[in-house]
């Protein structure tokens, strides 16, 4: 019995993982119908979550690609809001898992979505902290790896867990110099680094989600 532990897991995950992957594309019409109506039935400008999961704001279009998710909205893809509707945009920790050419069609997409003024504020795992724990003090992140029940052997794992872990393995792991020229890249300007929960924007205070470890993470704003 205990041998068929190990394939008897392994079944289970990949049943629960095709059951996800099933009733998400069962939700993708009808979540991309309803944001459809709700332009239709409302007016700009639009305040857009991006990647919202769960976390729901109030007075905002919240947006993902997910199974229980009320409006569908694939950022990879051009977005279904007239040019100039769209005030502000909101990514928490989204950007990190697509690719660096899907980053920038997210990105592009959302420009041309976007009123000028409008402001893209994101948030995203800082690759150049993670680089400088492993340089200069891996024990005290290794330890609190290690409590949270993830494998810590040796200083690289901090790297390592960076860009292979948490669907980061077939994103694209920022800094701020490389995600600040793929927002001007972009067509965005004023691009600036804020503190978690702070903002010029009174809609776009407070709304981060806090992560594990904040030394970790970086938020940028900018104006389309």
């Known amino acids: 019995m205990a041998s068929d ?15 996800w992957w099933a009733t998400r594309h069962l939700n993708r019409i009808p979540a991309e119908r309803r944001l459809r109506r709700h332009l ?12 919202a999961g769960l976390n729901e704001l109030s007075g905002w279009l919240n947006t993902d ?5 009320r409006y569908w909205l694939d950022v990879r893809k051009p977005w279904p809001f007239p040019r100039g509707s769209v005030g502000l945009v909101f990514s928490d920790n989204v950007i990190e898992h697509l690719s660096l050419s899907d980053g920038r069609a997210f990105l592009r997409n959302a420009r041309q979505a976007m009123a000028p003024g409008g402001v893209i504020r994101t948030s ?23 409590a949270k029940g993830w494998q810590a052997e040796h200083p690289v794992d901090l790297i390592r867990t960076t860009f292979s872990l948490w669907g980061h393995h077939s994103g694209y792991v920022y800094d701020e110099q490389a995600l600040t020229t793929e927002l001007v890249r972009a067509g965005f300007s004023s691009v600036k680094r804020l503190n978690l929960g702070e903002s010029d924007r009174v809609e776009l205070r407070g709304i981060d989600r806090p992560p594990a470890d904040t030394d970790f993470y970086f938020v940028l704003e900018a104006e389309a």
């Open 40 to 51: 239709a039935e409302s007016s700009p400008p639009w305040n857009v979550h991006i990647g």
């Open 124 to 146: 995203t795992p800082d690759a150049l902290e993670f680089v400088r724990a492993y340089l200069d003090y891996p024990d005290k992140h290794l330890d609190a790896m290690r």
């Open 5 to 19: 532990r190990g394939p008897v897991r392994e079944y289970l995950a990949w049943s629960k993982y095709h059951a």
């Open 65 to 69: 690609v997910s199974p229980r998710c």
